[in-house]
């Protein structure tokens, strides 16, 4: 702000004198910075006589409004560093912003409020939102998971790319997880409670796991099937034989005799 001329003639509502005016004069007709707010102000009517009379009148000088700013709401990825909002536009001379929340680096959202000040203008507050959306992680579980029949689950391992900022697979909790089932054949890998954490959405690529055939005792029976005969698979002696001839019954229709004939 400059300063406001203010004339007689602005103010007069319409002095008269028989004699005839000479002048209208004001006690203050200059305004600048510091008289912003009330203002009384004298006018003098003066006649060819030299009576005068005078009135007053109340001047107020308003603060401008700030204009021509912008303050967006935006979106970023995280990528482990901090985001922040910023007013577009030109500050006016003297004035001067102020942010309050606008600095973010984890997922999730808040208010940014900005407030812009200075001598002469009315104070102009703002308000955007700042969001940070997670970033990708991708998760494939490793191929050629399994185990015999009759042994203990392997742990399921995976690979995991797309960390940013240095994070590593510390990030994650949990494991994998497979459907569940002992017999020998296929079972998908899923991706169990597996987890990254707020900053991170999972995008998960499974696998199978598989159960094969074993034969523990070296008898030629799997072990899968000395289970359902009822022998002992850590027992290379104890097999079904139904004709007594020593050989597996499993075994002889593979070599096209008959287990139940010696």
Do not use: M, W
């Amino acid at each position: 702000i400059g300063t406001i001329s203010l004339e007689a003639e602005d103010i007069d509502d319409g002095s008269f004198d028989s004699c005839g005016l000479v002048s209208l004069s004001l006690s203050k007709s200059v305004f600048g910075p510091d008289d912003i707010g009330a203002n009384i102000v004298t006018l003098t009517v003066t006649d060819s006589s030299g009576n005068q009379s005078s009135g007053t009148a109340i001047v107020t000088i308003v603060p401008l409004d700030i204009i021509g700013l912008t303050f967006l709401d935006n979106t970023f990825v995280y990528d482990g560093t901090p985001k922040s909002l910023i007013i577009t536009g030109n500050l006016p001379e003297g004035t001067t912003v102020n942010y309050t929340d606008n600095t973010r680096k984890d997922e999730g959202a808040q208010q940014v409020v900005a407030t812009v000040a200075g001598p002469n203008y009315t104070t102009l507050i703002l308000t955007a939102t700042l969001t940070v959306t997670p970033a990708d992680l991708f998760v494939v579980a490793d191929s050629g998971l399994g185990k015999l029949f009759g042994e203990e689950d392997p742990e399921l391992t995976y690979t995991a790319t797309g960390y940013v900022a240095g994070d590593d697979k510390r990030v994650l909790s949990g494991t994998l997880d497979r459907e569940a089932g002992e017999a020998i054949g296929l079972y998908p890998v899923t991706s169990g409670t597996l987890d990254a954490g707020s900053n991170y959405t999972l995008n998960y690529t499974g696998a199978d796991f598989e159960i094969l055939s074993n034969d523990a005792d070296g008898d030629g029976v799997p072990d899968h099937v000395e289970l359902i005969d009822g022998t002992d698979p850590y027992d290379p002696d104890d097999y079904k034989d139904t004709d007594g001839d020593g050989v597996p019954d499993v075994i002889e229709p593979e070599q096209g005799t008959n287990p139940a004939d010696p």
